[in-house]
């Protein structure tokens, strides 16, 4: 068994019915206390200052920490910068795998990279499908903390966006997973719903800063919508793996996301969308996308390095509460 590190989501049913142990480096990096760290070490190896810290931080998790055997990295349908930062993880002696999700969604595209991941980590459809059948019905755990967040007020935007991201690799571990799930339901379901409040989207890739979350319900407003990370967790599961990662709407450009986005403005009743944006990414060019095509009062946020919420950030957000208030 190996512990294998990915640079954002790729089919884990692949990486789980060869017997090894996922890793998703993001959410290592960011809940390590030293995060900032990471990001030194890696500019001390010689990244350059002005590159995402996200990736940086992928760079010192593996290179600097101990423990990850190869790493799957997202060529097509990420971060721009993957195909450099595997070049670094060669020079320290670190495999990589490649992954691309193909721009245009063709299935036989998709299903051939898949194809490459199950002969390079050693196993085969039918255990893929076994794989799949038991994390749908994680999943499905999942989208009940999700409907909890929007519907109920049960649930925090922080837990939402904590459960949502983690099924990137189930934590490594699917049984302790399901059963933090599982106990977590259990509160939240006899919980006291929380107050009304403006309601808020957050779309973007999942943010750098630690606080926002906890800072924007201090200010009297909920975030009930998390655009990626609910895409992490795979809402609307079909039994065709391919099917449902070619549905998975991150890799395959704006377009696709925003008809994702639309319908939940409506059915959650959003008040208006924070827009992260990450320092350094070529992302940022979406937002006039977004502008255009989202009616509804939008407010852009950049990040740079992990930690809390700058002062001026923290101003920029009361701001904009305040207004749709």
């Known amino acids: 068994m190996s512990r294998i590190g990915i640079t954002t989501t ?57 423990g ?8 097509q349908g990420d971060c721009s910068n993957t195909h450099a930062l595997m070049e670094t993880f060669q020079l320290a002696g670190v495999e990589s795998i490649p992954f691309a999700y193909p721009y245009e ?32 019905g994680v999943r ?9 967040t929007w519907q ?30 599982d106990s977590f339901l259990v509160r939240a379901q006899a919980a006291t719903p929380a107050a009304g409040g403006v309601r808020l989207g957050f779309i973007g890739v999942p943010p750098i800063f630690t606080d926002i979350y906890t800072y924007v319900e201090t200010q009297g407003a909920r975030i009930v919508f998390n655009e990626v990370q609910r895409q992490f967790a795979m809402p609307g599961a079909v039994p065709d793996i391919i099917e449902q990662y070619r ?10 996301r925003i008809a994702d986005i639309q319908p939940q403005i409506a059915e959650r009743r959003l008040d208006g969308i924070i827009h992260y944006v990450q320092s350094f990414c070529f992302r940022q060019i979406e937002d006039m996308v977004f502008r255009q095509k ?25 701001s904009f509460i305040e207004m749709l208030r």
């Open 10 to 66: 790729v089919p884990v049913e692949i990486i789980l019915a060869a017997g090894h142990t996922p890793v998703d480096l993001n959410n290592i990096f960011i809940s390590d206390p030293a995060a900032t760290r990471l990001v030194e070490e890696a500019e001390e190896a010689g990244y350059p200052r002005n590159v995402c810290g996200w990736i940086k931080g992928l760079y010192a998790v593996v290179v600097k920490r101990e």
């Open 68 to 75: 990850i055997d190869k790493v799957i990295a997202v060529t």
């Open 105 to 136: 969604r063709d299935y036989e595209a998709l299903k051939q990279q898949m194809e490459r991941l199950l002969a390079a980590l050693g196993t085969y459809w039918e255990q893929v499908a076994a794989v799949k059948r038991r994390l749908d």
């Open 140 to 148: 499905a755990k999942v989208a009940e903390i999700d409907r909890l």
């Open 152 to 181: 109920e007020n049960k649930v925090s935007g922080w837990h939402n966006h904590l459960y949502q991201v983690s099924c990137s690799d189930f934590n490594g571990d699917v049984d302790a997973f399901e059963a933090d799930v």
């Open 247 to 256: 549905a998975y709407t991150y890799p395959y450009g704006v377009f696709g």
């Open 294 to 318: 989202l009616d509804v009062p939008i407010l852009t946020i950049e990040g740079d390095k992990p930690g809390k919420l700058d002062a001026r950030t923290r101003l920029r957000i009361d």
